[in-house]
């Protein structure tokens, strides 16, 4: 079976950038991560990961990301 090529962990700076769509897309175990801070992604899903939280500090939410796609680290 071959191997399968997953997109590799982002830093901080690059996934607050990112939309939230394409957060999900490329990393679906960012999913719980998002719903643990309560946000629609479907409402929400074209703005960037930074302004997720409209006005509230996003770093914890990014931090949290950060953590969930640690794993994909290259070996």
Same mark, same amino acid.
Request: no cysteine; charged share 25%.
């Given at each position: 079976?071959?191997? /399968?090529? /997953? &997109?590799?962990?982002? +830093?901080?700076? @690059?996934? &607050?950038?990112?939309?939230?769509?394409? #957060? #999900?897309?490329?990393?679906? @175990?960012? /999913?719980? #991560?998002?719903?643990?801070?309560?946000?629609? #992604?479907?409402?929400? %899903? %074209?703005?960037?990961?930074?302004?997720?939280? *409209?006005? *509230?500090?996003? %770093?914890?939410?990014? &931090?949290? /990301? @950060? *953590?969930?796609?640690?794993?994909?680290? +290259?070996?």
């Amino acid at each position: 079976m071959p191997r /399968l090529n /997953l &997109a590799p962990p982002r +830093p901080m700076a @690059e996934l &607050a950038a990112m939309p939230l769509h394409v #957060v #999900v897309r490329d990393y679906p @175990e960012t /999913l719980a #991560v998002f719903r643990r801070f309560g946000l629609d #992604v479907p409402g929400r %899903g %074209g703005g960037p990961v930074s302004e997720a939280l *409209a006005g *509230a500090d996003a %770093g914890p939410l990014i &931090a949290d /990301l @950060e *953590a969930a796609t640690a794993w994909r680290k +290259p070996d």
